[in-house]
Each structure stands twice: as C-alpha cells, then as structure tokens.
C-alpha cells in the first residue's frame, strides 16, 4: 500500500513551492520522496522529479502542432496522459515499494471539477496500483482580503471536493505574506473556519459593484453552508511547524497513521478521532526550509468568475 499527495489548485496558488517544500520536510522526517510531476506547463522545476510528463508530451508542442492556447493545451495533454496511462504506471511501478509520492497537477481549474481526464486517471492509478491518496487543495490566501474572491474559492473548493470523490485538504497558502495584502475584515478564524458566510455577505453589499448581485451571493453563501465541508488549513511553507501540522491531517486523511498498526477495528477508530501523537520533529533541522448539486455548483462558479 504507497501513500501520497494530489496537488492541485488555482495558477500561482504555490504548487510547485509546496511540492518542493513539502518533499524537503517529508525527507528531514525520514520518508522517501518521489515527486511526480504531471503540469507540462511547469518547465522550471525547482525539485528534482522521479517522474515528468515531458518526456511524454510537451505543452509547447500541442499548441504548435494543434494550434491551441495554453488552456486548450493543457486539457489536451491531461486527455493524452489518460489515454496513455500505461505509460504513467510503468513510471510509477519502481517506486511503490519505499516512496511516498507527491503528484503535482497543472493549474487549470476546469481539470478537477468540470472534465473528467484527471479524476478517470486518479482513479485508474488507486485501483491498478493501490494507492491511498490525499487531494491536497492549495488557495492564495491573499482571497481572503476581497470577500468576492473568498465567495468564489469556497465554491471552487467545494465543487472540487465533490468533483474529485478524494480524501480532500484544503490549505490557505502563503499565510506569512497575508499582512501585506491588507486588513482583514474579520480574524483568520473566521476563514479559516468558514464561520457564519451572513457577515461576508454584508461586506459584498457594501461595494457598489457588488450590490447588484446580492441575492446570488445570499444563494451561494447557502449552498455552502449547507453541504458545511469546507475548510481551510493555514499554510507557511517555510516553517516547520506549520508544514508539520498539515502533515498530520493529510496522514489522518488517506490512512498513514495506520500503515503497519495491527489492531481491531474500535482502537483504529480512537486512533482516527484522537490527537495525532508523532514527534514529527524529532530531527534537526532549521525552522526556515529552502524548498443532485454539483453540475449546478460548476455552473454557478463559472457564472460567478464571469460576474467578478
């Protein structure tokens, strides 16, 4: 059984950076990392990749050869990758005995709540290679400063959680540069929880842009509030304590707290509800690291970007 992390999220929400910071933390604690990464895209990697789907199909290339934009590029590439999924497996096969894997996705949102290619071949790689998966989610959490924006990463988060069907981990990335977009208009508990949406809907009304579609928001605020899944952990990449304690919840999410524990079904379920006890920092190192709804729900979010 190989465990591991999708990572997934809007461009420039910090993928790459997490992958490379996060396979630097996981390796300080004594896993071996393999990075898999999947964005063709991405031509400036700062990990060193097991795995890279350039050498299976370049971005540059389909949009030469096929005459696409980057957008239209990358759906093409994620449906060849699927139809290619042998060739995926082949790569990962070497690395199921020891390696914990860390799959960084492209950031084209479409891909994991809208198009199927990505969620067909996760699935195909949990069923054929036993893989126990945690999507990751990362948003920008300088959203939080425009309650607009907060309204529309909360319905892509949730559209994606009910999209995906993953073990699923949303995280507010860049938390250490959150002062430098602004004061919030409520504490970061308030976002971070997702508390009582009736508060941001009266900040929405007060810009006069805004106004006009206040009954939508009153809508979708309900939408959320009702399914209540969402949440958001906070992310500083670079300090170990935050990094640790996301390690816990995704380690709780796709069952690595109980990889190699022989006990009956009432003590796995006091482990899964209890405090997580590892001493995850037992090794030295330095606190600064180098590193029925959902078609409705998909609907409404593109309407929502339009508006915005």
Not at 71 to 87: A, P, Q, R, S, T
Request: charged letters at 20%.
């Amino acid at each position: 059984m190989v465990y591991g992390q999708v990572v997934i999220g809007p461009p420039g929400s910090g993928k790459t950076t997490y992958c490379n910071g996060m396979s630097q933390f996981l390796q300080l604690i004594g896993r071996k990392v393999a990075v898999i990464n999947l964005d063709p895209a991405n031509d400036a990697l700062p990990y060193e990749c097991a795995v890279n789907i350039e050498d299976l199909i370049k971005l540059s290339d389909v949009m030469v050869e096929h005459s696409l934009g980057p957008n239209g590029g990358l759906v093409y590439c994620m449906d060849y990758l699927e139809k290619n999924i042998d060739w995926l497996e082949s790569k990962l096969k070497p690395l199921l005995k020891d390696h914990y894997l860390l799959f960084d996705f492209p950031g084209q949102v479409e891909l994991f709540f809208l198009h199927d290619n990505a969620k067909n071949m996760i699935m195909e790689l949990i069923k054929k290679l036993d893989l126990r998966l945690t999507a990751v989610h990362l948003v920008d959490a300088h959203l939080c400063s425009d309650p607009g924006k907060y309204v529309s990463a909360l319905l892509l988060s949730l559209s994606t959680m009910l999209h995906l069907e993953l073990p699923h981990v949303n995280v507010l990335s860049k938390i250490d540069l959150i002062e430098s977009y602004g004061k919030l208009a409520f504490n970061l508990d308030f976002y971070t929880d997702v508390q009582d949406l009736s508060y941001l809907q009266n900040e929405i009304s007060q810009d006069p842009r805004s106004a006009k579609y206040r009954k939508l928001t009153k809508e979708l605020c309900e939408v959320i509030e009702d399914y209540g899944l969402v949440n958001f952990t906070p992310l500083d990449i670079q300090d170990k304590e935050s990094v640790g304690y996301l390690v816990k919840l995704i380690d709780k999410s796709n069952g690595y707290i109980f990889a190699g524990i022989d006990a009956s079904a009432v003590e796995f379920s006091k482990i899964a509800v209890g405090p997580v006890d590892w001493d995850y920092y037992r090794y030295p190192f330095s606190r600064r690291l180098t590193y029925k709804w959902i078609p409705f729900i998909e609907l409404i979010y593109s309407l929502y970007l339009l508006i915005l």
